[in-house]
């Protein structure tokens, strides 16, 4: 009894000094950036979350500025952990003021999917998703419901903007908006989709990553020639629409990655160490600091990301979304910018120069005979475009181009919303 009453007191005192002293709060004093969050139920039981930063932290005129919607990729990454805190929110892992956070200037919604990611939730697992399509139509509701509430937004300038496996639903996800406000079931103003670092050419990603390793000399040959056989069996099953066995023999591959290369090399960005133990410790920092301080089920363990999400979508996981982005160039207005970064091995450089060149569409040839210009800045990669489709090849970064190379994202982001 005694000591229940101890630990009663001990614990009520570590709350009251985490009050105090919450970093995020105290981060956030200054200058709070104004949110909204809140849950929408995309299908009885299963609920997504979103998080709404209004532009430049004020709801003054936020709708006269651009919206981004930001899709996360893994599958089973937080939006509200990773893309907030480790690429674009006002704040950094650190809980230090970002400066090249995308609100400054801009409406970002923030979304967890697919639903099991971060503060997303549903009641039964049985709820799941287990297919890209599914995985986008939760997506739709979740934005037709935003906009159902924030209704000042239906005629803002509004862009997808998708990274890794998020950019290959984006693809997808453009393709469900542009239908269903062409056939009037939605009022949005959707100009433009971004899609960062994507796997949606999953066979040609695929055939690249021990190229590219082995070029930097982070794999011995032994391993190359290994995962060479390896890539080789993903791309043909593939082909053949295998895609849950293409799926299991990338698993593979990259367990043959890691065995040789140290568990130190982050294979996001090969010029910095492993972000696993900075990733480790957002989770506690959000669970302690900000989900107290959000409106959601406080019993919900937050993680920076979901492995029933992602095992949830492996039979897709390898799914090309290559389609949805040619029939997006063929027949719509929409801008497309593709970006990618020289660091990245997991979707290396080499493969999206190739894909996106690979591409049908009436505007192939043009685009394949454009030239490319330097990104502004000192060495920060270039960009070649045809009417409104673009690739920009950017120098420094890795995986997560917005916070590894802002100088060049912020021209991307300049060059996409000025559509
Ligand atoms: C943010 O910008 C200011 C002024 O330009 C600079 O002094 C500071 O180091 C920057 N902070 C970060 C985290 O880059
Ligand atoms: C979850 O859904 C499955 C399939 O609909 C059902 O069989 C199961 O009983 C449900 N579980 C719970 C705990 O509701
Ligand atoms: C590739 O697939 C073939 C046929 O299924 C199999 O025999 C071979 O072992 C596979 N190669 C590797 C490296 O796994
Ligand atoms: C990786 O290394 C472990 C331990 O040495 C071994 O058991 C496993 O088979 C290896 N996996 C691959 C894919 O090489
Ligand atoms: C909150 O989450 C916990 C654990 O995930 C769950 O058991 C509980 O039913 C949830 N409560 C509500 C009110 O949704
Ligand atoms: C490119 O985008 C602009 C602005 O949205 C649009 O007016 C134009 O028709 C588009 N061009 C093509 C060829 O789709
Ligand atoms: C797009 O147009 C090109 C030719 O201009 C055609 O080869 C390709 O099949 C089209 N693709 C889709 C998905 O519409």
């Known amino acids: 009894m005694k000591s229940l009453i101890f630990i ?10 985490c009050d105090e002293q919450n970093p995020y709060l105290e981060a956030l004093r200054d200058k709070p950036w104004k949110s909204v969050h809140r849950y929408v139920e995309v299908r ?6 979103y998080w709404f930063y209004y532009a430049d932290g004020t709801t003054n005129g936020a709708e006269q500025k651009p919206l981004i919607i930001w899709i996360q990729g893994g599958p089973g990454n937080t939006a509200t952990g990773i893309g907030n805190f480790c690429e674009i929110g006002p704040l950094t892992m650190d809980m230090k003021p970002r400066n090249h956070t995308w609100i400054r200037g801009r409406n970002v919604l923030l979304v967890d999917h697919p639903v099991g990611t971060g503060f997303s939730y549903a009641l039964n697992k049985s709820l799941y998703v287990k297919s890209d399509r599914d995985a986008a139509r939760d997506l739709l509701r979740a934005i037709k419901a935003f906009l159902k509430i924030h209704k000042e937004f239906r005629k803002t300038p509004t862009y997808i903007i998708g990274q890794s496996y998020g950019g290959k639903l984006s693809a997808r996800l453009g393709f469900y908006l542009h239908l269903a406000i062409k056939n009037k079931h939605l009022k949005m103003n959707l100009k433009g989709i971004g899609i960062g670092s994507g796997w949606i050419d999953t066979k040609e990603s695929s055939i690249q990553q021990p190229r590219y390793l082995y070029d930097m000399g982070l794999i011995d040959i032994k391993t190359y020639n290994k995962a060479m056989d390896i890539a080789k069996n993903i791309s043909y099953l593939i082909s053949i629409r295998q895609h849950a066995k293409a799926a299991e023999y990338d698993n593979l591959m990259f367990q043959t990655f890691i065995n040789d290369t140290s568990t130190d090399v982050n294979l996001e960005n090969i010029n910095k160490f492993s972000n696993y133990w900075a990733l480790n410790d957002l989770s506690l920092k959000v669970n302690l600091y900000v989900k107290p301080t959000l409106a959601v089920n406080q019993s919900i363990n937050w993680n920076y990301i979901s492995y029933s999400a992602y095992y949830g979508l492996k039979n897709d996981f390898v799914l090309p979304g290559t389609k949805f982005l040619e029939t997006l160039l063929n027949r719509t207005k929409l801008r497309i910018v593709v970006f990618n970064g020289n660091l990245d091995a997991v979707t290396p450089l080499s493969a999206a ?10 505007g192939a040839k043009k685009f394949m005979e454009s030239t490319r210009k330097p990104i ?8 070649k475009s045809y009417d409104n489709f673009s690739f920009w090849a950017v120098f420094g970064s890795g995986h997560w181009v917005p916070e590894d190379n802002p100088t060049a994202m912020e021209q991307i982001l300049e060059y996409l919303t000025s559509a």
């Open 353 to 362: 120069t190739n894909w996106v060149h690979n591409l049908k569409w009436y």
């Open 8 to 17: 009663v007191i001990v614990r009520t005192l570590v709350l009251a000094s």
């Open 44 to 49: 009885p039981g299963a609920f997504l979350f």
């Open 376 to 383: 502004r800045g000192r060495r920060n990669g270039f960009y």
